[in-house]
Nanobody, 128 residues
Framework: VQLQASGGGLVQAGGSLRLSCVAS????????TGWFRQAPGKEREFVAA????????YYADSIKGRFTVSRDNAKNTVYLQMNSLKPEDTAVYYC??????????????????????WGQGTLVTVSS
């Protein structure tokens, strides 16, 4: 499966952005999807993830209550709605996916090592 992330940009603190991750090449409804981010000089970190049917969602503590992950399998798209953005949210955001059978433990959603397919990343910059 190929993933294409988009929707990043420059926004002031307190603003909102919606990232999209469009998949092609396989039946996307068979895939769980995650969002990760990497800030300059820092390691890649988990942001959010969603199960194949949207029934389970997972969030990093740092973004709980501000970000919402959702998906529309008819459009082969996963979204990350980001509200109340903070300067510390500045990073390149990546979407990732893999077949749902790999996620038989909830903890696997949080690990970048679980995901085989990755998009190219989209830059989010939050100014103070």
């Amino acid at each position: 499966v190929q993933l294409q992330a988009s929707g990043g940009g420059l926004v002031q603190a307190g603003g909102s952005l919606r990232l999209s991750c469009v998949a092609s090449g396989r039946t996307f409804s068979n895939y769980a999807t995650g969002w990760f981010r990497q800030a300059p000089g820092k390691e890649r970190e988990f942001v959010a993830a969603i199960s194949w049917n949207g029934g389970s969602k997972y969030y990093a503590d740092s973004i709980k209550g501000r970000f919402t992950v959702s998906r529309d399998n008819a459009k082969n798209t996963v979204y990350l709605q980001m509200n109340s953005l903070k300067p510390e949210d500045t990073a390149v955001y990546y979407c990732a996916a893999d077949e749902t059978v790999k996620f038989y433990r909830g903890s696997y959603y949080y690990s970048s090592e679980t995901y085989h397919y990755w998009g190219q990343g989209t830059l989010v910059t939050v100014s103070s």
